[in-house]
T-cell receptor, first 115, second 115 residues
Framework: DGGITQSPKYLFRKEGQNVTLSCEQNLNHDAMYWYRQDPGQGLRLIYYSQIVNDFQKGDIAEGYSVSREKKESFPLTVTSAQKNPTAFYLC????WGQGASDTQYFGPGTRLTVL | KQEVTQIPAALSVPEGENLVLNCSFTDSAIYNLQWFRQDPGKGLTSLLLIQSSQREQTSGRLNASLDKSSGRSTLYIAASQPGDSATYLC??????????????FGKGTLLTVNP
């Protein structure tokens, strides 16, 4: 089955820890995205990548880092510099870069909680 | 800066009723508009995508319209069913510096269809 997988589904972080969220897609999509969703809020873009070894900051990149070493994978690291990381994190991919006529396909999400 | 507003924030209807969800955006220079569905604790599922040159799109009991000049879109759901209960998100794709585009999301409408 083609699609996007995210792991883990639930993640708990202690203060001062870095954690990495996994996102993998087998859709052969060029572009991948990370969003953050808070209760009652729309999705906000953290980072996006249109090709391997290249990525761009979104609206709320501070305290986060990403890498794009493979087309299929776009892991997100939530660093200790992110002061309020508790949220629902969604990964997405699309065939072309942003703005193309295709839609974005979303993974099932990772819920991160800071203890 | 593009802003997307969805009205109402929540809607409760009896089964079988036809309903309309509203989405408005501040910058009419959009590339496309998408409607997504999100079930609790899950990722987003694309329902309909309307290109900026189109007026409407239909899929089954769903019909989405777009009036780009007035910055409005509506999602019409015919003969609602309890399985339609979910949060519906509107997102517009617009230019974000250089050749990049970004999706800007509304906060969503929480729909409950009562049996």
């Amino acid at each position: 089955d083609g699609g996007i997988t995210q792991s883990p589904k639930y993640l708990f972080r202690k203060e001062g820890q870095n954690v990495t969220l996994s996102c993998e897609q087998n859709l052969n999509h060029d572009a991948m995205y990370w969003y953050r969703q808070d209760p009652g809020q729309g999705l906000r873009l953290i980072y996006y990548s249109q090709i391997v070894n290249d990525f761009q900051k979104g609206d709320i990149a501070e305290g986060y880092s990403v890498s794009r070493e493979k087309k299929e994978s776009f892991p997100l690291t939530v660093t200790s510099a992110q002061k309020n990381p508790t949220a629902f994190y969604l990964c997405a991919s699309s065939k072309w870069g942003q703005g193309a006529s295709d839609t974005q396909y979303f993974g099932p999400g990772t819920r991160l909680t800071v203890l | 800066k593009q802003e997307v507003t969805q009205i109402p924030a929540a809607l409760s209807v009896p089964e079988g009723e036809n309903l309309v969800l509203n989405c408005s955006f501040t910058d009419s220079a959009i590339y496309n508009l998408q409607w997504f569905r999100q079930d609790p604790g899950k990722g987003l599922t694309s329902l309909l995508l309307i290109q900026s040159s189109q007026r409407e799109q239909t899929s089954g009991r769903l019909n989405a319209s777009l009036d780009k000049s007035s910055g409005r879109s509506t999602l019409y759901i015919a003969a609602s069913q309890p399985g339609d209960s979910a949060t519906y998100l509107c997102a517009v794709s617009s230019r974000s510096g250089g050749s990049n585009y970004k999706l800007t999301f509304g906060k969503g409408t929480l729909l409950t269809v009562n049996p």
